[in-house]
Structure formats: structure tokens, C-alpha cells
């Protein structure tokens, strides 16, 4: 393949997983923490990495989110879902390191 067009459908394919996390929050009013971190545009490895700090961190921000049933691969699988609202008082303590996560927790931060 083109290393172009690689770099093209990649593109594509992460604008198209942020807009489909986004959708399924404004339409449901409530996600998973990593589904919030997709919506900012992360790919979902560093979304899972920004969410289990973030989840640590809802401890302190007092936020208990809604207790769910997540579905996947035939397995149900307990999740705690949050409102944009909750994520953002997460992330105002969620303190990052690296540039792009300083990027992404201000996005969550704004999202609400």
C-alpha cells in the first residue's frame, strides 16, 4: 500500500471513531471513561491509558458515575459510565504528563 494513502485511511479512521464516541454520548448522555477519551480523539490504546487515570481519579473528585453492563465478545462485563458533566470535574485533577494528554484532558475539561 501507498504510504499515503496509509497515513490518509488512518486518518480517516480515527476522525471516524471520534465522531461515532461523540455521537453515542450526545445520544445517550452517558459513557465509559474511555469512550469519553475516544470522543477527545485519542486512539483507543492511549484512551484506555488515559482513562485508568482518570478513573483513579474520580475517587477524589467524589464522582460515582452510573453502574452498567458492557457487552462484548459474548462476555457481559461490569462499567461504570459517566456524564460529560462528571467527566470534566475528573479531569480538572487529572494532572498529565506527556503534551498530548494535556491536550485531551483540556478538551474533557471544556467538553461538559
Known amino acids: 500500500m501507498i504510504a499515503s494513502n496509509r497515513s490518509r485511511r488512518a486518518t480517516l479512521k480515527a476522525r471516524s471513531v471520534a465522531t461515532r ?3 453515542r454520548i450526545a445520544r ?3 459513557a465509559t471513561l474511555a469512550s469519553h477519551c475516544l470522543a477527545a480523539g485519542l486512539a483507543p490504546k492511549e484512551a484506555r491509558t488515559v482513562a485508568s487515570s482518570l478513573r483513579k481519579n ?3 473528585a467524589g464522582v460515582t ?3 452498567g453492563t458492557a457487552y ?3 462476555l457481559a462485563r461490569q462499567c461504570t459510565r459517566y456524564t460529560p458533566a462528571e ?3 475528573i479531569a480538572v485533577i487529572y494532572r498529565p504528563r506527556r503534551a498530548e494528554f494535556k491536550i485531551v484532558a483540556a478538551r ?3 467538553a461538559a
Open 21 to 23: 464516541a461523540a455521537a
Open 28 to 30: 445517550k448522555g452517558v
Open 58 to 60: 474520580a475517587a477524589k
Open 65 to 67: 458515575g452510573v453502574v
Open 72 to 74: 462484548r465478545k459474548g
Open 87 to 89: 467527566v470534566a470535574a
Open 108 to 110: 474533557l475539561a471544556l
